[in-house]
């Protein structure tokens, strides 16, 4: 039986000793009460739910999936009274304005909450994680009376939220959708069309959902500037806010799928159902963004989570199955085999995965950091940060998540491939991660075109002049030149390649498109080795103090040390691959592809 144990050491280590969250916390207005203590009591209790809770639902989830019997949406057994404590404990309401029922903590607070959540059981995790997004899209964008009656309603977690965007003929390109909105005498809107792969679209844990719309109305322009973003919810809120009469809004289907079958994934079909404007007319794109970013933000969260959950039951798996013999001699001679840590290729592949979940741990609470800074103290070097590293973060850590869970199935071998284990569940639940909220593409396109090359540079430039200022200021400590070296060359060398692509695309648009993927795989393994010489700068300090739990710092360096030597030279292979160009892929005729 596969089990989850909430790693609050590593948490705590990256956020009061690493990231300092004591004086990040007192620098912002508002947030004087979120103090160390408070934060551990509320890590404390997450940890307990999601491991005593969630965690023993996630096999039932995936083996029961969810049924839809005559509209019914039913989920697997105990996620609704899962879903039940999660709302008694209070933990919807963390990180929202007070005026409307939250309880004010800072937005990292509630992202180091959902990882724990989503570690335990990410299909679980998906019903109240929707939800946030679209409590986000209402604060900044809807009305007061709008903020009144739903956002009330979602922060207390009576009530439920998603986002509608795709439709069958239209993934990624919205400006093609369909769904059409006809305006009413009363200022309401009627919302016709077919909605697909809408998580949480329907389901039984909660009285009300309250989806968030992407239509086009009547007179809009053609293409993305011709979209509007409406609330459709389940069921038309009464007189008092609480709910009224149903909606003509119906689940058609629910999608069979490769994983997250505790999740329900839904066909969603509006037939005149009312839905009431939020944000302007023909502003619906620029609104939806703000449910985005909050959507990929906790997309790349699900790729830790992958990753932290392959990596503890694989370590456990290899401490206890016994397998031929250390090369150099029997390491446990009183037992009938060695454990098959002792192999070296089984420590590649735990210390690939013990990498990836503590580097990944560290650049999601580094972007979290930034949330507060940019949301709470209006700082645009912080908003300009975290909309260079959030395309980073969601593809780059959702790519080596899924890369953790495949080396979890192979560090258990044909025991791996048995569901009993849960390794290939979570395989098959981690693959989702590169394609929703927009694929490994659209984010490296994102980044690399939007991000980077349409801002000359000054994004990127943003983030390198951080990793330049720490570099510089650790060039004397020898103890660390070994992880100070590399990262200040190939913090320059990311600069000069991004140069050349720029150079390239101005010839040749394609040569965006060509370099993008493996470029964001660049970015990503760079960022994670300035966090990784930043973990070790402090783990390096208490070292040398002497105090606290002196193994737990020299397992960092020694992680440190192998994601440096045997995981960041993949940069070599990319920057080649990159510098080949686009002709090696556009070479070839469509026609020629069927000979």
Not at 7 to 20: A, T
Not at 393 to 407: C, I, M, R, V
Not at 466 to 476: I, R
Request: with cysteine; glycine share 10%; net charge negative.
């Amino acid at each position: 039986m596969p089990e989850y144990k909430a790693p609050l050491r590593d948490i705590q280590f990256v956020l009061d000793e690493m990231l300092q969250s004591e004086q990040h916390y007192q620098s912002l207005p508002g947030c004087e009460e979120a103090t160390p203590d408070m934060i551990n009591a509320i890590l404390d209790e997450g940890a307990k739910f999601a491991e005593r809770v969630l965690a023993p639902l996630n096999q039932v989830g995936d083996q029961e999936g969810c049924q839809l019997n005559d509209g019914v949406v039913t989920t697997p057994t105990g996620f609704k009274e899962a879903y039940q404590q999660f709302v008694e404990g209070g933990w919807p309401s963390l990180p929202h304005d007070p005026q409307w029922g939250g309880q004010g903590l800072p937005e990292s607070i509630g992202i180091i909450l959902n990882e724990l959540v989503g570690s335990a059981n990410w299909s679980w995790s998906m019903y109240p994680g929707l939800s946030h997004g679209a409590m986000n899209t209402i604060e900044a964008h809807g009305t007061d009376p709008q903020k009144q009656t739903y956002l009330t309603k979602l922060i207390s977690g009576e009530w439920t939220g998603t986002m509608c965007l795709t439709e069958s003929h239209c993934g990624t390109d919205l400006g093609m959708l369909r769904t059409k909105a006809e305006p009413q005498a009363d200022g309401s809107y009627k919302i016709s069309g077919t909605k697909i792969f809408i998580s949480a679209g329907e389901h039984d844990m909660a009285d009300n959902i309250v989806h968030i719309v992407l239509a086009r109305l009547p007179d809009a322009p053609q293409g993305t500037k011709g979209i509007s973003l409406f609330i459709v919810p389940k069921f038309l809120p009464d007189t008092a806010g609480d709910v009224g009469e149903r909606n003509s809004l119906s689940c058609g289907a629910l999608e069979h799928k490769m994983g997250i079958h505790g999740n329900a994934t839904c066909v969603m079909n509006f037939d005149g159902a009312t839905g009431y404007l939020i944000g302007a007319e023909n502003k619906g794109l620029n609104c939806m963004f703000t449910f985005m970013n909050t959507a990929r933000i906790g997309t790349a969260l699900q790729g830790l989570a992958h990753t932290e959950w392959g990596y503890q039951n694989s370590l456990a798996y290899a401490r206890d199955r016994l397998q031929m013999r250390s090369l150099s001699g029997p390491a446990y001679p009183d037992k009938a085999a060695d454990p098959i840590i002792v192999h070296p290729d089984v420590r590649r592949m735990l210390l690939t995965q013990k990498a990836f979940a503590e580097g990944g741990r560290a650049l999601i609470y580094y972007c979290a950091q930034l949330v507060d800074k940019a949301h709470l103290a209006d700082d645009s070097e912080a908003e300009t940060q975290l909309a260079f590293l959030t395309p980073i973060a969601k593809a780059f850590l959702t790519e080596t998540g899924f890369e953790s869970a495949n080396l979890g199935m192979q560090i258990f071998g044909g025991h791996g491939y048995i569901s009993e284990w849960g390794m290939e569940q979570n395989v098959r639940d981690s693959r989702i991660s590169m394609l929703y909220e927009g694929t490994t593409g659209i984010q490296a396109l994102d980044l690399l075109g939007r991000k980077v090359l349409m801002t000359q540079g000054e994004s990127l430039r943003s983030f390198t002049k951080v990793v330049h200022k720490f570099c510089e200021s650790q060039a004397d400590n020898k103890a660390l030149t070994e992880f100070i070296s590399p990262l200040s060359r190939l913090n320059r060398e990311w600069g000069d390649l991004t140069m050349r692509i720029g150079m390239k695309a101005m010839q040749n648009r394609e040569e965006v498109g060509a370099a993008s993927v493996d470029y964001l795989m660049y970015s990503g393994y760079i960022t994670m080795a300035y966090l990784w010489a930043r973990m070790v700068a402090t783990a390096q300090e208490k070292l040398d103090a002497g105090v606290g739990d002196q193994a737990f710092y020299q397992a960092k360096l020694k992680t440190a040390r192998f994601y440096f030597e045997r995981i960041l030279p993949r940069t070599k292979t990319l920057e080649a691959t990159i510098d080949s160009g686009a002709d090696n892929l556009l070479a070839m005729d469509i026609a020629e592809f069927s000979n």
